[in-house]
């Protein structure tokens, strides 16, 4: 979607009438806001938002303050304009979630033969990261912890050693020991750069543990990865089993962007 | 919901966004509303000013000492609410020199700036010197054999600032905690005061508490502004813009709280204290320490070392959350280039200002120490510092409410409320500081009324050379946290903002 800047002086198409029937108004109100922000691009400013939703000035603005104080809009450096925040991605269970190539599928089913206990396929972009292809015979423990602390989990663990290796901001599901502690991230990536992998034990279910695999894209960034939840010795001495899924990562990078 | 979902799915790129941001190196979003709160009530220090704002009020207002309170109480609530313009919109550690370095200029924003330096560091300098004073008397009662010497005074206030320096070094977190922990056991403390009074005097309300007898115009003006010195400090909660977790929701929450509370709790102490010395058949005004004279004359005299023990470590607390929101409005200017970049330095592992800290602590230390060496009294000294705080403060206050409705008219989010508190606040507050100055130069305080001026002009001095070697400082002033990519949907860096940037602001 490309942002026109004749899109910020067009009314918006009339917000839909059902929702409004249902939905308390201010909820309405709120996502018309959101909506309006996403269809006009990074820049619009509250006055236009107010102008295109003809919605009173006054109640816009406190709408939007409360969506940024919330950080689902995000106001820009320039502190007139508005953008769409990262949270936003939180609302995206409202939308279909975006399956890997049909390639990718069939060559993680391939290891899933050959391999006992759960091979999962995980996306990471920026700081955040999605299970597109959870191991359908082995479902993950605890998939609201997952991703409310990002450094309990192998998977979030090679996200966090990424960010810490590029330098960039730690998101705010990893958890204050670790954000507050300088020593701890230090061992962390360094763990994980000499290891070529990342792994947990016992922090989801006791006894079990989970090793995650890199997959890199064309300029060495982290795009994937590849887990394995398995008993905890199989986690500990995985052996041959990490050959299949280190050939598993090499074979996927391409199919992964 | 299309284009939202479109925005979702595949977001589409926004450029202009660093991987840092010009305050990095502070603990970014990581103190919740608890601490942020707890920054805004300990700089206020409602117990230890419970316990000496009304009698000083009473002296000038006379009967009309509660509704001198209470507008002062009003006046700090509009002002809050035209603070919190800023504070929903811009995460800072400049406080209201940053607010108004956005809404009118630099150079206007470095007179508030100068202001704020002035009253952050008056009013620490008070709370140090507060905290020995009250310290000297505890050790009295506990030992009475120590020596009340110049020098035991000067050795308590020089431990107390090591102490300060120590605690806002060692991590925000530390500092809120502490402060907040300190501040609700000193008001408990003063609650349990209040009911046995209340309880002694019986259920009936006094109205003569409420009277307006013997008070004109112009004396309820001076109390009116004596009393805002009550309420100073609010606003400072907003120093931990950068730090705070949710800024935007946290700040202005915890600075309209900060008025309410501690405005109850002045209005609610000052009537018991009231109706406490009317019952006695006495009268508030000439009592040298009201709150111990109450404990005493009402059998608890027991509270008495417990009220001492209260307002020392409120006063202590009231130092910290001062100089913690002094060393942030250093840290911003150093960020800028105001004052040399040392003082934009953050300590590695506490990611707190140390430098700042650092250089401020001593400074707020050896003022009262010297003042106390040249043979002032301790509570003559505190009482001409606070002169100079509360101006600062109020100055300050009025240059941000006219800022308010001109930022908010350039960024097009004005509206009429806005504008109408605004401006009557700022008009109010004005009037009131030059009642205040005229009446206090006229006073045996006149020495502090001058230190401010003096004060405020080798601020604007020092600006307007700095500004002459360093033209581009009209673009670094004004120091924000600028979200960075990871907070963007579609953030993309840019690709020169290499890690390390230069600190520059974000517009």
Redesign the interface.
């Known amino acids: 979607?490309?942002?026109t800047d004749e899109a910020r002086h067009l009314p918006s198409p009339a917000p839909p009438a059902d929702l409004r029937a249902r939905q308390p108004k201010a909820v309405h109100s709120a996502?018309a806001v959101?909506?309006?922000v996403?269809?006009c691009?990074?820049g619009v400013?509250?006055?236009e938002v107010s102008e295109n939703l003809r919605m009173p000035?006054?109640t816009t603005?406190r709408l939007i303050?409360l969506l940024?104080?919330?950080?689902y809009l995000?106001?820009?450096?320039?502190?007139?304009g508005f953008?769409?925040?990262?949270k936003?991605?939180e609302?995206?269970h409202?939308?279909a979630p975006?399956r890997p190539p049909q390639a990718a599928v069939a060559v993680v089913e391939e290891l899933r033969s050959g391999i006992r206990g759960g091979v999962h396929l995980v996306r990471y972009e920026?700081?955040r990261m999605r299970v597109v292809d959870p191991d359908p015979d082995f479902p993950l423990a605890d998939e609201a912890r997952l991703f409310a602390e990002l450094d309990a989990s192998a998977m979030g663990r090679l996200l966090v050693a990424e960010l810490l290796e590029t330098?960039?901001?730690l998101?705010?599901s990893v958890r204050?020991e670790l954000?507050?502690s300088?020593e701890r991230q230090e061992s962390l990536r360094r763990e994980v750069t000499a290891a070529g992998r990342s792994w947990q034990v016992d922090a989801f279910t006791p006894g079990f543990g989970c090793l995650a695999l890199p997959i890199r894209g064309p300029r060495g960034e982290l795009v994937a990865g590849l887990t394995l939840s398995a008993p905890r010795i199989r986690i500990e001495q995985p052996g041959a089993v990490l050959e299949l899924l280190a050939d598993g990562a090499r074979r996927l990078a391409p199919l992964l962007r | 919901m299309t284009a939202l979902e479109r925005a979702i799915a595949d977001p589409p790129p926004v450029p202009g966004f660093g991987t840092r941001s010009p305050v990095d190196g502070l603990e970014r979003r990581s103190v919740g509303f608890v601490d942020v709160l707890a920054q805004s009530v300990s700089a206020v220090a409602p117990s230890a000013a419970a316990t000496t704002i009304p009698m000083l009020v009473a002296v000038v207002a006379g009967g009309a000492t509660l509704w001198a309170l209470g507008v002062a109480m009003l006046l700090s609530l509009l002002v809050a609410v035209t603070v919190n313009q800023f504070t929903r919109r811009i995460a800072a550690t400049g406080s209201l020199y940053t607010y108004v370095s956005r809404g009118l200029g630099t150079g206007a924003g470095f007179v508030a700036g100068s202001a704020m330096l002035i009253g952050y560091g008056f009013i620490a300098m008070f709370a140090l010197a507060g905290a020995g004073y009250y310290l000297a008397i505890l050790l009295g009662r506990v030992w009475p054999g120590i020596p009340q010497t110049p020098l035991f005074a000067v050795a308590l206030i020089a431990a107390m600032a090591l102490v300060v320096l120590v605690v806002i070094i060692r991590g925000i977190r530390l500092s809120t905690r502490l402060t907040l922990l300190i501040e609700t056991v000193s008001v408990g403390i003063i609650l349990v005061l209040v009911v046995t009074l209340l309880v002694n005097t019986g259920p009936a309300i006094d109205w003569s508490a409420f009277s307006l007898a013997g008070s004109t115009p112009a004396n309820f003006a001076v109390g009116a502004v004596l009393a805002l010195t009550a309420f100073v400090g609010f606003e400072s909660s907003s120093t931990l813009g950068v730090e705070a977790r949710r800024p935007f929701a946290s700040v202005p929450r915890a600075i309209v709280w900060t008025v309410i509370v501690s405005g109850s709790l002045y209005l609610v102490a000052t009537y018991s204290q009231i109706v406490g010395f009317n019952a006695l058949g006495l009268d508030l005004t000439s009592s040298a320490s009201p709150v111990n004279d109450l404990a005493g004359a009402y059998g608890v005299e027991w509270m008495g070392l417990l009220l001492d023990v209260s307002i020392a470590t409120s006063f202590l607390a009231c130092a910290i959350a001062s100089t913690t929101a002094l060393a942030r409005v250093l840290f911003a200017m150093g960020r800028e280039g105001v004052v040399p970049p040392a003082f934009g330095a953050t300590h590695r592992r506490f990611s707190t200002p140390h430098v700042a800290a650092a250089v401020s602590v001593p400074v707020v230390a050896l003022v009262p120490m010297i003042g106390i060496a040249l043979g002032w009294g301790l509570w003559e000294t505190m009482e001409t510092l606070i002169v100079v705080a509360a101006a600062g403060y109020i100055t300050a206050y009025v240059l941000v409410c006219v800022a308010a409705p001109v930022f908010l008219r350039r960024i097009g989010e004005l509206t009429a409320g806005v504008a109408v508190r605004a401006f009557a606040a700022a008009a109010l507050l004005a009037a009131g500081v030059v009642v205040y100055l005229v009446v206090e130069s006229a006073s045996a305080r006149w020495i502090g009324v001058v230190v401010f001026l003096v004060l405020l002009a080798a601020g604007c001095a020092y600006y307007f050379a700095r500004r002459r070697r360093h033209p581009w400082l009209i673009e670094t002033i004004g120091v924000y946290d600028v979200p960075v990519a990871a907070d963007v949907l579609g953030g993309a860096p840019h690709p020169d903002d290499l890690p390390g940037g230069d600190g520059r602001s974000g517009s």
């Open positions: 979607m490309r942002v996502l959101l909506e309006e996403a269809r691009g990074a400013t509250a006055q000035r006054a603005y303050n940024v104080q919330d950080e995000v106001r820009m450096p320039d502190l007139r953008t769409l925040g990262r936003v991605v609302l995206a409202l939308v975006v920026h700081d330098g960039s901001p998101p705010a204050p954000r507050g300088p």
